[in-house]
């Protein structure tokens, strides 16, 4: 992620670059990839590889899931401790509730799903605000997730 730092009359000032190490994920992805290109496994082997794959990044990340009005479905237990709402708070809500206000004047969450409507993943700094009032950030990574019959429309038309 590289973000732009702007003196106070608009000038550029410098870029600051954040990165996460992503590299266990990546492992994980290569070897669940590995996994599954083998023909010889059966459909139970595959299960179990992708359960293993899914644990493994339950563990190393916090996901949100959201319906594509907003409305939060899932959030795993790293959400949950990092923002510390439980679950059955989270779910049923607008996820702009623990989003800061300088997101919602900026409607940012509109211009983000604009984005995903391209079928482009998002890459963005969300400064969130705890249950306790307290300010946590996160890099977040947004990716819509598509049923395969859109997802083979929208392969045949980049061709």
Do not use: W
Not at 91 to 116: M, N, P, Q, W, Y
């Amino acid at each position: 992620e590289i973000v732009p730092i702007f003196n106070p009359d608009g000038s550029l000032l410098e870029y600051m670059s954040i990165r996460s190490d992503i590299t266990e994920l990546e492992e994980y992805r290569q070897i669940l990839k590995n996994e599954l290109d083998t023909k010889n496994k059966s459909l139970e082997d595959n299960i179990h590889y992708i359960e293993q794959y899914e644990d493994a990044i339950n563990r190393s990340i916090a996901i949100l899931r959201t319906d594509d009005n907003n409305i939060i479905h899932y959030a795993n237990d790293n959400f949950c401790n990092i923002s510390g709402y439980k679950l059955d708070e989270l779910v049923g809500t607008h996820c702009s509730s623990f989003r800061a206000e300088k997101h919602k004047i900026r409607k940012d969450c509109k211009k983000i799903f604009k984005e995903l409507e391209n079928h482009k993943s998002v890459s963005k700094v969300m400064t969130n605000v705890k249950k306790n009032g307290e300010t946590f950030f996160s890099n977040t990574i947004i990716f819509g997730i598509t049923s395969m019959m859109d997802y083979l429309k929208y392969d045949r038309m980049l061709y």
